[in-house]
T-cell receptor, first 112, second 110 residues
Framework: NAGVTQTPKFQVLKTGQSMTLQCAQDMNHNSMYWYRQDPGMGLRLIYYSASEGTTDKGEVPNGYNVSRLNKREFSLRLESAAPSQTSVYFC???????????FGAGSRLTVL | GQSLEQPSEVTAVEGAIVQINCTYQTSGFYGLSWYQQHDGGAPTFLSYNALDGLEETGRFSSFLSRSDSYGYLLLQELQMKDSASYFCAVKQDSNYQLIWGAGTKLIIKP
């Protein structure tokens, strides 16, 4: 049982480049999330998808786009990366409305 | 504004008991969660309190007082593997946005 799988685990980009972070879950959860975590800070929600076919902005959506491809997959795209987007990104999924989140292992992104 | 406050660091001795506090100020409240995160790892769920009182799960317990906007995580019989950061998070309404504290780094000494 893999849980939540994110790819890639590490990525280095130059300013202005684009990339997509992939996330898949095999727990049949309805809801999926993308968070970023910066040193000394808690998690901040970028976007979430309450159910297949819906997406909503979180606390820090600027500079990102998302796609809920199907019930299993939720991708995060950076169209034009900026150094301020250097962070660790976590995908998570849940059922029952965010009472219990299961996180992926994280993707460490560096933008030069 | 909305905020969660927890100590940045707590130190304890192996075998002892430690309490990590979390006070919150949010526009709404549905429940308080606790997550554990080891260095370089992913957050993992520990507990969720929607009602006042103490919830016990093995060596870990979580307490909530909604009237005081306060909760804590209690870790007993500390083991070296409990060295990690602990985050509290508030679910403030029926949507899916959690508000997270900045985390408490728990250092355990032998």
């Amino acid at each position: 049982n893999a849980g939540v799988t994110q790819t890639p685990k590490f990525q280095v980009l130059k300013t202005g480049q684009s990339m997509t972070l992939q996330c898949a879950q095999d727990m049949n959860h309805n809801s999926m999330y993308w968070y970023r975590q910066d040193p000394g800070m808690g998690l901040r929600l970028i976007y979430y998808s309450a159910s297949e076919g819906t997406t909503d902005k979180g606390e820090v959506p600027n500079g990102y786009n998302v796609s809920r491809l199907n019930k299993r997959e939720f991708s995060l795209r950076l169209e034009s990366a900026a150094p301020s987007q250097t962070s660790v990104y976590f995908c998570a999924s849940s059922d029952l409305g965010a009472n219990v989140l299961t996180f992926g292992a994280g993707s460490r992104l560096t933008v030069l | 504004g909305q905020s969660l406050e927890q100590p940045s660091e707590v130190t304890a001795v192996e075998g002892a008991i430690v309490q990590i506090n979390c006070t919150y100020q949010t526009s709404g409240f549905y429940g308080l969660s606790w997550y554990q995160q080891h260095d370089g790892g992913a957050p993992t769920f520990l507990s969720y309190n929607a009602l006042d009182g103490l919830e016990e799960t093995g060596r870990f317990s979580s307490f909530l007082s909604r009237s005081d906007s306060y909760g804590y995580l209690l870790l007993q019989e500390l083991q070296m593997k409990d060295s990690a950061s602990y985050f509290c998070a508030v679910k403030q309404d029926s949507n899916y946005q959690l508000i997270w504290g900045a985390g408490t780094k728990l250092i355990i000494k032998p």
